[in-house]
């Protein structure tokens, strides 16, 4: 499954939620420094899914606050584990 999602960086707590446009949103605790925050990021999906950080790759958007995840999980799991 594919998962377009705004990330913020620095954030005080790790969320997701989704804005009034519908858009995905993702605040998580990581600095955007060397990449840290883009493994977070997937580090921290897979744990809110329970799934492996292995099964969750970024396809697009390394350097920008946009980005494309690819989950390799099912698309009603995942919408429901990130309660979407």
Do not use: Q
């Amino acid at each position: 499954m594919l998962l377009r999602i705004k990330v913020k960086p620095n954030a005080r707590m790790d969320e997701i939620s989704r804005e009034a446009d519908g858009t995905l949103r993702v605040k998580i605790k990581a600095p955007p420094v060397e990449g840290k925050a883009n493994k977070y990021l997937s580090e921290y999906i897979a744990g809110r899914l329970g799934i492996a950080p292995s099964r969750v790759t970024l396809l697009k958007g390394a350097g920008t606050s946009h980005k494309t995840l690819n989950i390799d999980a099912e698309e009603a799991y995942v919408l429901a584990k990130l309660g979407l």
